[in-house]
């Protein structure tokens, strides 16, 4: 059974600094793209992260490049975003996917596996 469960969201002002973790089990995490989305309220799900295998390659939406950074750990399978720079308009559910298989995907249909999602609010 494929378990995503990710942490370490909250409330940060303008500009201030947060961490999200995303520890997972049951699946060949080593094997898999992993990637973050996120959801705000009446808007669709969209791509924010992803990584391949080892970290490698990644790839990042153009609203948050150069303040985001995606990482991964293999062996502890646990997967990162830090976010910098925060904006209002980050505010947002993060989602922590799993993908099908290895190849860098941004699309939420490509992800079959996902988390509970946890809340990030940034205030002005």
């Known amino acids: 059974q494929v378990q995503l469960v990710e942490s370490g969201g909250g409330l940060v002002q303008t500009g201030g600094s947060l961490r999200l973790s995303c520890a997972a089990s049951?699946?060949?995490?080593?094997?898999?793209?992993m990637g973050w989305f996120r959801q705000a309220p009446g808007k669709e799900r969209e791509f924010v992260a992803a990584?391949?295998?080892?970290?490698?390659?990644?790839s990042y939406a153009e609203s948050v490049k150069g303040r985001f950074t995606i990482s991964r750990d293999d062996a502890n399978e646990m997967v990162y975003l830090q976010m910098s720079s925060l904006k209002v308009e980050d505010t947002a559910v993060y989602f922590c996917?799993?993908?099908?298989?290895?190849?860098?995907?941004?699309?939420?249909?490509?992800?079959?596996?996902w988390g509970q999602g946890t809340q990030v609010t940034v205030s002005s």
């Open positions: 996917a799993a993908d099908r298989d290895s190849g860098l995907s941004i699309h939420v249909s490509e992800y079959p596996y």
């Open positions: 049951g699946l060949t995490f080593s094997a898999r793209n």
């Open positions: 990584t391949v295998p080892s970290g490698y390659s990644t």
